[in-house]
């Protein structure tokens, strides 16, 4: 497999078709054409204003998408992959019953059976299988709305692409579902090197049998569109012939699948033609949209995307992956791309290193702001443009212009982005934000600036945070203020202070200046680092206090101190991110009922994570729990309980150490864990937890 030299630009235009495709349907998901057509008219621009709902939202179609596609990474990339590998990932990114699926219960919904199967031990592929759960079950449009991902790895090797998303399929469907997951995914893979859309359908189609109802339905949708050029008088056609009243449950893959065709063949090679007809066509249309707006992404790269109506401003590359890793629930789409494309760089034995030395923020592609905005309080309001741009980068080519005009008298210049859930979204109904804040106390802050030389005079710069305080309000606190005369570079450097539990809802750059009133400063890239120093404990924490844990108990409580109780198996609360990596975690716990209890450190989800645990039979425990458990080390130690211990995990390389009360007390080496976030865990029963701190080895 070769890699094409504009991969990374047509695997960001992918993901941006992606998420555009699906905030353009999603308000009016399961509307019939004829409601949107005499309510809306032809969709050819967001209507989420209309029906009053957010535009930007947490969608099964996304976060299911760009998160089972991380079996490839928790497996070493290997050039091969099983689709037992991919349900192990369902198993540790997914909290039953809160994060990525629709879950409406064994038998009506396909992933929820299919998660059902995987809990109890059925391995795939027998866990999607037709034998098992039925025919209309296994046939619902669940695999083919995952499967973008797999062809954004396998660039112009849509074979590849097409045997990545039998696999991925498999874990939760069978039958015509795997076909169409399949031909979708061989569309996106072969994007990269074609753009006639005929060869591109003759490409996927011949991984499919031909005597399969995928391929006799695509046969037909191409002849009508040879016949016709009209794609009502088409859509018309398909229903009638491959329509819900034909093909049962509650969203099947054939009548959808053929409207991702239909709208393809009609689209004239265009992104927004093809996301119009895909979207007014109705029926599951967060779904649909998204895959077509996925492949032409693909095939027609970002210029295409920008031709037509402006999709890319009003989402700023903005997206929620809402898993059991917090730590990426708030992330964007170039963050994700370059995910996937260095993904696609390691299989193919191509790599390449990541922009600007791995900064989080480095702008490296046309249009891409990262989820920067300009803040509309009224001392900011009308201040601030937000471009990117070409040139005034020392470590890449690109770089975010923040145009100012009219500072003085008061005013300033600010430039934000998200690192937990927004104010809009802490209540978002739907499938919920499960994340955590992505930057903490005590790590350091970097950020390069340049002032434009053509300035009308010096600024002054400065970084800044803002605090969910307990009663939900944001508090704005500062870094250092630097001067910045016209044509001046520099970085900022800050060390973020202790916050006393809130967590770090924003980040950004604040511009001022006392004469001047028009200019620019150009952002080439932010980022931060290192392990934090952050203590949770008692007091009226409010529900953006709650929420920064991700919750994966049957019972959670945060109002005093932490209570957690878990009903039947084991269950977990966790905080923090990838980035934390050698750091010891006490928790101050008094176990009340415990089958087994305790404190967790580089946690990767649900099913991946060190823990240092209690249990009832008379041990304690360091293990490791990487799908399956491994006992590290043990030694006999009573559970007691309601006594109050203080239980200290330290994980330092490859070094793992427990301690109760101070004194250490079992050791370890491992090597296959090496970063992740902190966690409480309890199995079948119930404890009380004072304080959390998390802070760095050394």
């Known amino acids: ?88 990932a369902w198993l540790n990114y997914i909290i039953e019953n809160r994060t990525i699926l629709w879950w409406g219960g064994m038998g009506n919904s396909t992933e929820h059976t299919a998660f059902l199967r995987l809990k109890s031990g059925i391995r795939p592929p027998l866990s999607g299988s ?186 700023a590359d903005r997206l929620y992956l809402s898993t059991a890793d917090g730590g990426r629930g708030i992330t964007d789409a170039l963050s994700e791309a370059i995910r996937i494309s260095r993904a696609g760089r390691v299989i193919a034995g191509d790599p390449a290193p990541p922009p600007k030395n791995d900064a989080r923020f480095h702008f490296c592609m046309s249009g891409s702001v990262q989820g920067f905005r300009s803040e509309d309080s009224p001392e900011c309001r009308g201040v601030l443009d937000i471009v990117n741009i070409n040139g005034h980068s020392r470590l890449g080519e690109r770089s975010l212009a923040l145009r100012y005009h009219g500072l003085a008298h008061g005013r300033v210049a600010r430039a934000f982005t998200p690192t937990f859930i927004p104010p809009d979204a802490i209540n978002m109904g739907g499938y919920g934000v499960f994340a955590c804040p992505t930057i903490y106390p005590n790590q350091v802050v970097n950020a390069s600036l340049e002032a434009d030389a053509s300035n009308d005079s010096p600024v002054q710069c400065r970084l800044y945070i803002r605090c969910y305080q307990s009663d939900g309000e944001l508090k704005r606190f500062y870094g250092s203020s630097e001067h910045f005369a016209p044509g001046y570079v520099n970085s900022l450097e800050w060390r973020i202070p202790d916050m006393g539990g809130d967590p770090i809802a924003e980040i950004g750059v604040e511009i001022s200046s006392e004469t001047g009133s028009n200019g620019a400063v150009y952002l080439d890239y932010l980022t931060w680092a290192g392990e934090p120093d952050v203590t949770y404990g008692k007091g009226g924490k409010g529900i953006t206090h709650r929420k920064a ?32 990596r050698n750091y010891t975690v006490d928790i ?47 030694t006999d130690y009573p559970l007691k309980l309601d006594v109050t211990r203080l239980l200290s995990l330290t994980v330092d390389g490859n070094v793992l150490a427990g301690r109760v009360d101070g004194e250490t007390i079992l050791q370890a080496k491992d090597t296959s864990l090496t970063c992740g976030a902190i966690g409480l865990v309890m199995e079948e029963g119930r404890a009380d937890i004072e304080k959390v701190r998390v802070y760095p080895c050394n």
């Open 1 to 88: 497999m070769t890699i094409p030299t504009d991969y990374e630009e047509r695997v960001y235009a992918g993901v941006l078709g992606k998420i555009i495709g699906v905030y353009l349907g999603r308000p009016f998901e399961g509307w019939s054409h004829a409601d949107i057509s005499k309510r809306l008219g032809d969709v050819y621009y967001y209507k989420h204003e209309e029906i009053g709902v957010p535009l930007i939202v947490t969608d099964d179609d996304i976060s299911g998408t760009f998160t089972f596609l991380r079996a490839l990474e928790d497996n070493g990339y290997p050039p091969e992959i099983s689709p037992e590998w991919i349900g192990d």
């Open 588 to 634: 101050l716990i008094t176990p009340h009922l415990a089958k087994a209890t305790g404190v967790a450190a580089r946690v990767q989800g649900m099913t991946r994570y060190y823990a240092l645990l209690f249990t009832n039979d008379g041990k304690l425990r360091l293990v490791r729990f990487l799908n399956t458990e491994t006992i590290l080390a043990e």
């Open 549 to 580: 844990w991700v919750d994966g108990l049957d019972h959670f409580e945060t109002w005093d101190g932490f209570r957690i109780c878990q009903d039947r198996g084991r269950g977990m609360a966790s905080h923090g991110t990838w980035d934390w």
């Open 130 to 315: 037709i034998g098992l759960n039925g025919k209309v079950v296994a046939e619902q449009i669940g695999a083919q709305i995952f499967i973008d991902g797999w062809g954004l790895v396998a660039p112009g090797d849509p074979a590849k692409a097409s045997e990545l998303a039998r696999c991925a399929a498999s874990v939760s469907h069978d039958g015509e579902a795997i076909y169409g997951a399949q031909v979708v995914a061989a569309l996106v893979s072969a994007g990269f090197i074609e753009k006639d859309i005929d060869k591109l359908i003759d490409t996927a189609v011949s991984f499919i049998p031909r005597d399969c109802l995928i391929r006799r339905m695509i046969d037909d949708i191409r002849e009508w569109a040879g016949e016709n050029d009209d794609w009502r008088v088409n859509r018309t056609k398909l229903e009638r012939q491959f329509g819900y009243e034909t093909y049962g449950g509650g969203c099947h893959i054939i009548p959808n699948h053929g409207l991702v065709i239909l709208s393809l063949l009609h689209s004239r090679g265009s992104f927004q033609r093809a996301l119009m007809i895909v979207n007014t066509c109705g029926w599951d249309t967060d779904c649909n949209s998204g895959n077509v707006g996925c492949i032409m992404g693909v095939r027609g790269g970002l210029s295409g995307i920008d031709e037509g109506a402006d999709f890319r401003t009003p989402v």
